[in-house]
């Protein structure tokens, strides 16, 4: 583990986001470390090789 992977945390927002950021004053957020939930638009578009999708259902 690098040192920087050592400095990510991440946040569950209010609207089921997931926010990824390095732990310093800034708080500066890990743009390839993406997690929105389903619901919602995505504000940023990764283009390559996709580590993981969750797709959340609904079941009446």
């Known amino acids: ?3 920087r992977e050592k400095t990510i945390r ?7 986001n997931i926010r990824f950021f390095r732990d310093d ?3 500066s957020g890990v743009g390839e470390l ?3 939930a389903c619901c919602n638009p ?3 578009v ?4 996709v580590g993981c999708v969750i797709v ?3 079941f009446d």
């Open 42 to 44: 995505s504000a940023t």
């Open 1 to 3: 583990m690098t040192c």
């Open 10 to 16: 991440a946040k569950w927002l209010p609207n089921g």
């Open 25 to 27: 004053d800034k708080k």
């Open 46 to 49: 990764i283009r390559g090789v």
């Open 56 to 58: 959340d259902y609904e």
């Open 34 to 36: 993406c997690c929105t």
